[in-house]
Nanobody, 124 residues
């Protein structure tokens, strides 16, 4: 059974940093791509970054470039989202999602396996 468990969310002041973790199990890690999405209140869910675990190729949306990075630790079957210089508009529930690389039609389409999400609140 595919399982994704996010952790690391919380309350942080503007300009601060957080690192989210996505612990994966139930599938061959190297065969999958993992993406981070977020959904702010009243807004649609949006894709932010992805990583192809087979070769480490990443994709980052322009609106978080320079502030957010994605990485993976194959020994731990875990993908990380490092978020720096956080802004109030980054407040959202952050989700990780997984999909076999061979089945993806694009960086953020379509992911069938999802974690439960972790809340990130950026506020002073």
């Amino acid at each position: 059974e595919v399982q994704l468990v996010e952790s690391g969310g919380g309350l942080v002041q503007p300009g601060g940093s957080l690192r989210l973790s996505c612990a994966a199990s139930g599938f061959t890690f190297d065969d999958y791509a993992i993406a981070w999405f977020r959904q702010a209140p009243g807004k649609e869910r949006e894709g932010i970054l992805t990583i192809a675990n087979s070769d480490g190729t990443t994709y980052t949306e322009d609106f978080v470039k320079g502030r957010f990075t994605i990485s993976s630790d194959k020994a731990k079957n875990t993908v990380y989202l490092q978020m720096n210089d956080l802004k109030p508009e980054d407040t959202a529930v952050y989700y990780c999602a997984a999909e076999p690389e061979a089945d993806r039609l694009g960086p953020f389409y379509e992911y069938h396996y999802w974690g439960q999400g972790t809340q990130v609140t950026v506020s002073s």
